[in-house]
């Protein structure tokens, strides 16, 4: 396992596709299911990426991305479910 994907709703995914992080993202709701987070599957590894709801993003979700062994650690914006699972995928290819 590579990574995998822990969301509050309790979906758990192991190494999830395109297909599936999209649904992941469809899925979350402002009340019960409001976050989902990606974790390497190697314990010694610290990044994490998540993506959560939030009213002020225009209606969309909040992508934040940490990873300690590079410093970077940043926080977007988007509407677009399949934009930001080609987004977290991409960024969780550069680890």
Same mark, same amino acid.
């Given at each position: 396992m590579q990574y995998y994907a822990d969301a509050e709703g309790g979906a758990y995914l192991e190494d999830p596709t395109h297909p599936d992080l999209v649904g992941l993202v469809q899925d979350l709701d402002r009340v019960s299911n409001t976050f989902v987070v990606l974790y390497p599957g190697d314990e010694s590894r610290d990044w994490f990426i998540s993506v959560a709801t939030r009213d002020h993003a225009l209606g969309g979700y909040e992508i934040e991305r940490q990873d300690p062994a590079t410093g970077d650690r940043s926080r977007t914006t988007s509407t677009n479910p399949t934009e930001i &699972? &080609?987004?977290?995928?991409?960024?969780?290819?550069?680890?």
């Amino acid at each position: 396992m590579q990574y995998y994907a822990d969301a509050e709703g309790g979906a758990y995914l192991e190494d999830p596709t395109h297909p599936d992080l999209v649904g992941l993202v469809q899925d979350l709701d402002r009340v019960s299911n409001t976050f989902v987070v990606l974790y390497p599957g190697d314990e010694s590894r610290d990044w994490f990426i998540s993506v959560a709801t939030r009213d002020h993003a225009l209606g969309g979700y909040e992508i934040e991305r940490q990873d300690p062994a590079t410093g970077d650690r940043s926080r977007t914006t988007s509407t677009n479910p399949t934009e930001i &699972a &080609a987004d977290v995928l991409d960024w969780i290819n550069q680890r």
